[in-house]
């Protein structure tokens, strides 16, 4: 039989010992006379009591005791039964090691000897039907076959009215439930014990199922896997720290600072590990905002708290909690200040307001050299060149790494692609879904082939390409990174007129890196709200980190404008807008794009922040005649176009694109070939929208307007 086996047994045997004194009590004085009621003198534990005395016997633990439940003589005619029943209880526990359930509880919850026997009173109720019948006979009326303060007082030697209290611990710590209907007295209130402190004296000790509905348990992952040395570092510092203040009133609130919810996780998971203690996370949405409600919570975690070893994760990041800012915090603040344990606070900048005692630490994700040993762990032999690769295009934690490399590997399904291939877009697509309520995605079809542009415009576009593909190794390898606390990102403005190609570069970058491309939605970003702006933006680029995405901010003017002269408060807040946005473009470590047709209208500081900026200038006749031949895919049936007539007229490549497609679906209805006539026909439509003047002359072909060849 196990040890944890053998102590149930005995624990049942002394509760049973203790439900046979407490039967006797019953029955010895049919009707007992109330006695004095004496001053309250605490006889358990010294306070404060540190969080860390969990476990019976360890540091600074109270000496052991037992329920002292043998009432001084009040007379001679006391029955000699009660004293025999109450020597019986006394030797069942002192043969436990460690003590029964309920005297653990008795002296981590601060009960006095009267308290104690208040409870096992309320306890006994539940565990022994014949209980019932007892209280009613003992208080001479068989009506009320339940337990009340004013039997207890009647009934047990040294009474103490302050056990009836609020902040006494049968109430502070809901450890019995009074049913008060009406108007009736406090005394003589049916009393009723808490399940949970039932089952806990039964020996089954579980988390209140009033709280289940609220906390999610936060398994740490095996003690033997590796945690890398960037975040063992701060897991050993907060472990230090807690050590160091246990001789405090309570431990420091930690707060884990940073963007990276897993990596905060995985770090207080492995602090409450180290410390012996279960994790349970509670999301700060679910915090109640009415003060009874939240001072409930807060108990009946704190009790928690005694009864079992458990430790808090609050979790502000979140669709609920994301609405509030660390400077709206009240009620976490008064909800912290009502906890005694160990609690943490994940969250991405330091809270103002709490008065509690606070250990600040920055949590990140492995820095690009762990997370690049980490796919090569995971991948074994089958690493290649994939890990140098993978880290250096995306900002993965382990956990996600290892997911992605056990779903793909695992997949079974016939597939074409290489190993590298496939694993590259598991990552594209894990780092999408947080993007895609703030931007539209855009599946890029163009390639270098498609896109039409001069030398010089060219080469820029494969520098940016060269850029992004190698940042781990001019970053990490090269040592750029250590003389660089800005700038880490790549920026790059696309500008020029309507139509000359912006977005098909960034497709055409896209496409040759093999990344996600978003274009930001303005009206999902900006907001009319003060500070909305700024929320949207921070939650995009944050999205934006993990990688594997290009940040195309179309119509970039519109965001980033120039700042203007302070002349009321919409100047004063716009200002501020473009000042974050500025922060952030700097700090983005991935690559944006701004596309404008407007470029004198940007900020200055935002040219001096840029690493690239491509002028997208209107197509010569080259340019057009190179486009005109590109524009129709290899499918299309097309006859007789002549290329340099077509590239004589005066339009952008966008303008053309449309041309043909229009000349396309005319071919279509009519079932021939896209000849000039269509063509001519649609360039006609396409200068009319424009409103551009037409030279009727140069739309004929073979002297018939709009004939078909």
């Known amino acids: 039989m196990s040890e944890y ?212 348990r936060l398994d740490v992952p095996a003690a033997s896997a590796d945690v890398p040395a960037s975040q063992r570092l701060v897991i050993d510092t907060i472990v230090r720290r807690l050590q160091q203040s246990e001789a405090a009133p309570g431990p420091p609130v930690v707060e884990l600072l940073g963007t990276d919810s897993a990596s905060k996780q995985l770090t207080a998971g492995r602090v409450a590990d180290s410390l012996g203690l279960r994790l349970y996370r509670l999301s700060l949405g679910l915090l109640p905002t009415a003060n009874g409600d939240l001072e409930t919570l807060a108990r009946l975690w704190q009790r928690e708290s005694l009864l079992l070893p458990v430790a808090l994760y609050l979790d502000t990041q979140g669709s609920a909690a994301d609405a509030l800012s660390p400077g709206s915090g009240s009620s976490l603040a008064r909800f912290l200040d009502r906890l005694d344990g160990l609690a943490f606070l994940g969250t991405r900048e330091v809270w103002s307001g709490l008065t509690r005692s606070c250990l600040s630490l920055d949590v990140g994700k492995p820095v690009p050299s762990e997370q690049e040993a980490a796919w090569k762990a995971a991948l074994g032999t089958a690493a290649g060149e994939s890990p140098a690769l993978l880290a250096g295009q995306f900002n993965l934690g382990l956990a996600t790494i290892q997911q992605t490399v056990q779903q793909v590997v695992s997949d079974s399904a016939p597939d074409n692609r290489s190993l590298h291939e496939r694993l590259w877009d598991a990552c594209l697509t894990s780092t999408r879904p947080r993007l895609d309520m703030l931007a539209q995605r855009i599946v890029p079809k163009a390639s270098w082939d498609n896109i039409v542009l001069p030398a010089a415009e060219a080469s820029l576009l494969r520098q940016i390409s060269e850029q992004v593909a190698q940042r781990s190794t001019v970053y990490g390898k090269w040592g750029f990174e250590r003389k660089m606390s800005r700038g880490l990102g790549i920026s790059a403005l696309f500008a020029g007129e309507s139509g000359t190609g912006k977005t098909m570069a960034a497709e055409v970058l896209a496409n040759q890196l093999r990344l996600n491309l978003y274009r930001i939605d303005l009206s999902a970003v900006v907001s009319k709200y003060i500070g909305e702006t700024e929320k949207n933006l921070r939650r995009l680029f944050d999205a934006a980190e993990d990688g594997g995405v290009i940040l195309f901010f179309d119509e970039a003017d519109a965001l980033f404008g120039k700042r203007s002269e302070v002349k009321d408060s919409h100047d004063r807040y716009a200002n501020i807008e473009i000042n974050y946005l500025l922060q952030r473009m700097e700090a983005f470590r991935g690559l944006a794009i701004l596309a404008t047709n407007m470029k004198s209208v940007l900020d200055s500081a935002f040219m001096r922040r840029l690493r690239f900026v491509v002028n997208f200038q209107f197509p010569g006749a080259v340019e057009r005649k190179a486009i005109w031949q590109k524009v129709f895919p290899a499918e299309t049936p097309v006859a007789g176009l002549d290329f340099d007539r077509l590239a004589r007229l005066n339009l952008t490549g966008g303008h053309i694109h449309n041309i043909a497609l229009n000349a396309a679906f005319r071919a279509a209805h009519t079932g021939t070939p896209v000849g000039m006539p269509l063509v001519l026909e649609a360039a006609r439509t396409e200068l009319r929208k424009l409103e551009r003047p037409i030279n009727e002359l140069d739309f004929r072909w073979q002297g018939v307007p709009g004939a078909v060849a």
Do not use: H
């Open 5 to 216: 086996l053998n102590w149930q047994e005995a624990n049942a045997q002394y509760l049973s010992a203790a439900l046979a004194w407490l039967r006797t009590c019953l029955e010895s004085d049919p009707a007992p006379q109330p006695g004095p009621l004496v001053p309250f003198v605490s006889q358990t534990r010294e306070e404060p009591r540190s969080f860390w005395n969990y476990i019976v016997g360890g540091p600074g633990e109270p000496p052991a005791k037992t329920l002292n439940l043998l009432p001084a003589p009040r007379g001679s005619n006391r029955d000699e039964r009660v004293a025999q029943a109450a020597a019986d209880l006394k030797a069942a526990g002192s043969r436990m090691d460690p003590p029964p359930a309920l005297v653990m509880m008795s002296r981590r919850l601060g009960l006095s000897n009267f308290e104690e026997q208040v409870l096992l009173l309320c306890i006994g109720m539940e565990l022994d039907s014949g209980i019932a019948a007892l209280c009613g006979r003992a208080q001479g009326d068989s009506s009320r076959p339940y337990p009340t303060f004013a039997l207890a007082f009647t009934m047990f030697e040294e009474p103490a009215w302050e056990a009836l209290s609020p902040e006494r611990p049968l109430r502070y710590w809901r450890l019995i439930e009074i049913s008060q209907p009406g108007g009736q007295i406090l005394t003589a209130s049916p009393l009723r014990a808490d399940e949970r402190i039932v089952n806990y004296a039964k020996g089954l000790n579980y988390l209140d199922d009033r709280l289940t509905p609220l906390l999610t």
